[in-house]
Each structure stands twice: as C-alpha cells, then as structure tokens.
C-alpha cells in the first residue's frame, strides 16, 4: 500500500485544537484588533526615544487627520469585504457543498486580509480616543505618527492580497482547488500513514484496550505520542481506527498488546487521540476525496448539468492519486505502533462514484471518466490499479443502464477495455 512522506510530525491533541480555534475568522480579527490596540498605546512609551524638537520639525500633529481618515476609510472596506466573504460563502454553501465552503472561511490569506482591515479600524479608534485625552505627548505623537505609516503599509498590502482574492472568490474552480490542496496535504503529510499496517497482529485478545467515552468523529491522532509511549513502557500499540472514522461510546480506540495500563496511563492514551463533532481535512483525505465527489454530484444534478465541474473533479483527483502513489516512499515507520490499512477503493469511490453514477447518461463524461482510470491502472502501485479497474467495471455498469443509444454504450465499453485488460 502506498505510504506518505511524513512532512511534519503530528500534533498532540491539544496543539491540535489549537491550531484549529487559531483557524477561525474570529480568532484571527480578535488578534489583530489586540495587537492594534497594543500599538496605539504602546507608542507612548517610546517617547523618550524622540529628541525634544524633532516633533516640531516633523509636523506630528498630521496624525490626527491621518488616523480620522483611516478610521473612516477601513470601516468602509471592512464592512464591504464581509459583505462580499459572506455572499461568496452562502453561494458556494447552496450551489456547491457547505463542506467545502468552510475552507472559504478557513483560508489564511482571507483571515489576514479581513483581520487586517479591522485591526486597522481599531487601531485608528484607540488612537483618535488617546490623542484627543491627551494620552500622548509631543514626543509620543512622533512614534504614533511612523507606527500609523506601518499601519498604512500594512494595509495597502493586504488591498492588493485581497483584490486579487477578489477576483476568485466564490468561483468553483477555486474551490475545487482548495479542496485538492488541502488533500494533497494530508496525503503527503498525514502522519497516521507513517505508522506500519496492521497486517500480521497477533489473533488473540490484547492486553489492554481503550475505548471511546462518546460519539464522534476521530479527527486527529498523535502518532508520535503513542510511539513514545510504547517506547516508554515496551509495549506493542495498536491503533483501531483511523480519522475520519465515526466512533460510539464504548468502540475500540486502541488496543496494548504487552502489560496492563493503570488508569493514568490510559488517560494518557485517550489525550492522544481527539474525537470531535466533525470531521476534519487535517489527516482525512478520505474526506477531502469526499467533498470533491459532492462537488461533482451536485454539478451532474438535474438542476445544474455543469459537466465541466465533474470533469475538473475527474482530472485533479486522478492527478493527486496518481501523484501520490509514484512519489510515496517507505517511511520511518514507529515500530511499536500500527494502524489499520487505508482503503484504496474507498479513496476512489468517495471522488468518482459520484461521476460514474450521476454522470452516466453522458458518454463522453464517461469515457473521459474511463481514461483517468487508465492513468490510475497503469501505475506502479498493484493496490491501486486494482481499485480503478473495479471502478472502471462499476462505471461501465452504470453506463450500460443509463444510455439508450447502443453506439455510445459501445464506446465507453472501448474506452474501458485497456482499463479492465490491464494494458501498460
């Protein structure tokens, strides 16, 4: 089976739900806006710094007016900008999947760009409010003034970001790209697949197990945690599920083979491994895979017949499968862990069962379809070549039930034979 480099290590699960509280709008424009009230206040501690008659030579008191124009200035743009993130995102939620809307909102460069413009507005605030109390000296006035034209700087740095954003945002192409990307990234940097499978455990009954305290998804696992533990107390873990997997109370998380663990170290194991609500993209490219069929399912819709979507779909995740199986390598595998095998079929399935199904009345979809899954048959890997001439054979079925003229039923079959033969 194909494994993933490990590009960087995994998260504990409290880093973990940090990084993902870190990631919410919100959070980012409520740092910033702190950091804009830090600067506006912080300028008059630098006073001392600035020679007596420096502010009279510099004409400091333009500050006022400067920040009196970006206070009016970036609530305007702020306002606008989200305006305009909240109708790309209702858009894309109705006509795409809200699934994958929610990576509009996660993206960083948007973050920053609306946190920026409020930050700013807030900075322009406070400092209006300090220089009117008279919060500042002459000297004061001097730093606020060159911490204002960062400010400025700043600003004008994200207008551009966000005017070339503009120009993308909403649009499926880019969304259907976001997806790819952030599946790409956990297949390349998934640490779950830098554990060895676990074919060949031992049939009998583990040790110790540890099971679920209540219904969710699994969403991240510390790999590099349970390594250390098993090193620790020389013992063998098994890990039974892996992300994306909904568990229940009482389902089995992880089994010990080797001692029994007290209570504490059982707390332990359970820190590694969150369990949450929702599923995530961070080490679930099976979801990813998934949002990317929705994608297409809802552009083969009755409703849409936007064929052009389901074949971007087909195209890019044949290119990420593809990719990923030649440029996987052996990793450094924990020897004390293992994890269950990812299912090849099921990766495939998730991203184009929804384009052999909705998408069989069109012949040339699914002979455009039949061709990626060519490309994936002739790779390297047995594991995956086999899963896409099951699905060739699958979208075939398909085909023969869903077109009435005989002739374009025959060339989809064409089209399959080199798949099903197994043609180099």
Not at 199 to 205: K, Q
Request: hydrophobic content about 45%; glycine content about 8%; proline content about 4%.
């Amino acid at each position: 089976m194909p494994r993933s480099v490990c590009g960087r290590p995994s998260l504990p699960s409290w880093l973990f739900q940090l990084s993902r509280a870190l990631n919410r709008l919100w959070v980012t424009v409520g740092l910033y806006s702190a950091l804009g009230i830090a600067a506006a206040l912080a300028s008059a501690q630098f006073g001392h710094l600035v020679p007596s008659d420096f502010s009279l030579k510099l004409g400091s008191d333009s500050v006022d007016d400067i920040l009196s124009i970006l206070a009016s200035s970036m609530l305007a743009v702020a306002t606008f900008s989200l305006a305009t993130l909240v109708t790309a995102y209702t858009s894309l939620v109705g006509s795409v999947s809200p699934r994958a809307a929610e990576l509009l909102v996660s993206d960083g460069g948007v973050r920053r760009s609306l946190a920026t413009f409020v930050g700013a507005f807030v900075y322009s605030i406070v400092g209006i409010i300090a220089v009117h109390t008279g919060y500042y000296g002459a000297e004061g006035r001097v730093i606020l003034f060159f911490v204002t034209l960062a400010v400025l700087t700043l600003v004008v740095l994200a207008m551009l970001r966000w005017i070339g954003q503009l120009s993308q945002l909403g649009q499926i192409g880019d969304l259907v790209g976001r997806v790819v990307a952030v599946t790409e990234k956990a297949l390349r940097a998934r640490p779950i697949l830098c554990a060895r499978a676990s074919e060949g455990r031992p049939a009998g009954e583990p040790d110790c197990t540890l099971t679920a305290d209540e219904v969710g998804y699994v969403q991240n696992v510390d790999l590099d945690g349970l390594a250390a533990f098993a090193e620790r107390r020389s013992v063998r873990v098994h890990l039974e599920v892996l992300p994306g997997e909904l568990v229940h109370a009482g389902a089995r998380l992880v089994s010990v083979e080797g001692a029994r663990l007290t209570d504490e170290e059982t707390e332990e194991l359970r820190g590694k491994i969150a369990v949450g609500a929702r599923r995530t993209f961070e080490q679930d490219p099976r979801y990813g895979l998934t949002v990317l069929g929705e994608i297409a399912a809802r552009a083969l819709s009755p409703g849409v017949n936007e064929f052009g979507v389901a074949r971007e779909v087909t195209a890019r995740t044949v290119r990420l499968l593809a990719e990923w199986t030649r440029e996987a390598e052996e990793p450094d595998t924990p020897p004390d862990v293992t994890v269950p095998p990812l299912g090849i079929d099921a990766l495939l399935e998730e991203a184009l069962g929804p384009v052999a199904r909705y998408g069989a009345s069109n012949p040339s979809l699914q002979c455009e379809l039949q061709r990626a899954l060519l490309a994936l048959a002739r790779t390297d890997d047995a594991r995956m070549a086999a899963a896409a001439r099951r699905l060739s054979r699958a979208a075939l079925g398909h085909a023969r039930a869903a077109l009435k003229r005989r002739g374009d039923f025959l060339e989809v079959r064409r089209a399959s034979a080199p798949v099903l033969r197994g043609d180099a």
